[in-house]
């Protein structure tokens, strides 16, 4: 089912090689050429980082009338693939394309160290490989203008390239002919606007942190950001449009579920956050997928307060958010959801991790994925 052939890289890396007894990763970057159509945006005023002129610049461009131009680029973009040491009978095995949220990378995926909250090793061990990248703006991505450039279209591009990248062999010399996109909040609504647009990229839709209902996020974070600059030294360099979340307090409540996490990975998640862009905080188009057709499965933690609505909990029940998400896929062949136990929306860093991943894992097998 699986094919692989071996050719040159199309593009030059910088390889940082971490071993395992049974995996091998590899972080490169990938030099990608993308186009999209991007919202014109009015420039901030020099003085952003008043916190006044922030929060009525941001208000006033969040409701501006849209308008949109074409725009086109080459970026660097910052990835970690890995390779499973399971056996596969010799074939290539379908790969898992890890996309963060918003103020994370892709070392998200790895569980801040510890292998019970490591997606990216439970992947491994069950015969995936695993391609996390860090999205544009992002990580050890390219930061370019975090207003006209760093918008939603020009990120979903730019994964779309990568994967046909993956499916001619030009990435780490293996050519990918199953796909699972597999995404966390910002990257699972942007998984929704991908396949929607890209149906034939991914055999299957995993999103996480997510439902249909996103009333409560600005709720939850209403005037969490400021200019990232601000916020910490390791942004000192960083445009004043790039953001991330001032209080510690603000985004433990937000991510985290108290009674089903630890402390210290909650303040961990704050000492050593991303950035999030006011482009990345425009609306990016339809909330639905119509046209992809197939499996879809929705994890979300039964305290993410983000995503389950007015009540803040994720009750079980076809009236549910989480459930009532399989609106957005009206056509998808398949879909599944879990609830993940005492999990916030962060729900990687929680106790729950490792039955949370299974549950993922089991339906895929379930779907011969």
Not at 123 to 128: D, E, F, T
Not at 188 to 211: C, I, K, W
Not at 266 to 274: E, P, V, Y
């Amino acid at each position: 089912m699986f094919a692989r052939k071996n050719i040159l890289l199309a593009f030059s890396f910088l390889e940082v090689l971490s071993f395992t007894s049974a995996t091998l990763c590899t972080n490169f970057v990938i030099s990608v050429t993308a186009s999209a159509s991007t919202q014109v945006i009015e420039p901030p005023p020099a003085n952003l980082t008043d916190p006044a002129v922030f929060f009525a610049y941001l208000a006033k461009t969040l409701t501006a009338e849209p308008n949109f131009t074409p725009t086109t680029g080459t970026f660097s973009i910052s990835v970690r693939h890995c390779r499973t040491g399971a056996p596969n009978n010799h074939q290539t095995p379908p790969l898992q394309f890890l996309v963060h949220g918003a103020t994370y990378d892709k070392t998200y995926w790895e569980g801040f160290g510890r292998d019970e909250y490591s997606w990216e090793k439970f992947a491994l061990s069950q015969g995936y490989d695993t391609l996390a990248i860090d999205s544009l703006g992002n990580g050890a991505s390219d930061h370019p203008d975090p207003i006209q450039l760093v918008q939603n279209p020009l990120q979903r591009a730019i994964i779309h390239e990568i994967v046909l990248k993956l499916r001619r062999g030009e990435i780490a010399r293996t050519t990918y002919n199953s796909i699972i996109y597999v995404g966390h909040s910002y990257g699972s609504a942007t998984g929704v606007r991908l396949a929607n647009e890209y149906p034939s990229d991914f055999e299957a839709v995993v999103l996480t942190g997510f439902s249909v209902d996103s009333s409560q996020v600005s709720v939850a974070l209403a005037g969490a950001f400021s200019p990232a600059q601000t916020v910490s030294q390791r942004f000192a360099n960083l445009p004043q449009a790039y953001l991330a979340i001032a209080s510690e307090d603000v985004r433990t409540k937000a991510f985290y579920s108290g009674d089903g996490s630890d402390l210290r990975v909650a303040i961990n998640d704050f000492a050593t956050q991303g950035t999030t862009t006011i482009g990345e905080l425009l609306p990016f188009g339809s909330a639905t997928a119509p046209n992809y057709r197939g499996p879809v499965f929705i994890l979300t933690g039964d305290n993410d307060i983000l995503y389950c609505g007015q009540s803040r909990t994720c009750l079980p029940g076809p009236k549910s958010p989480v459930p009532q998400t399989r609106t957005v896929f009206p056509n998808a062949n398949a879909f599944s959801y879990r609830l993940a136990s005492y999990a916030g929306h962060s729900l990687n860093n929680h106790f729950s991790a490792r039955d949370s991943f299974q549950s993922v894992h089991e339906w895929l097998t379930g779907n011969t994925l």
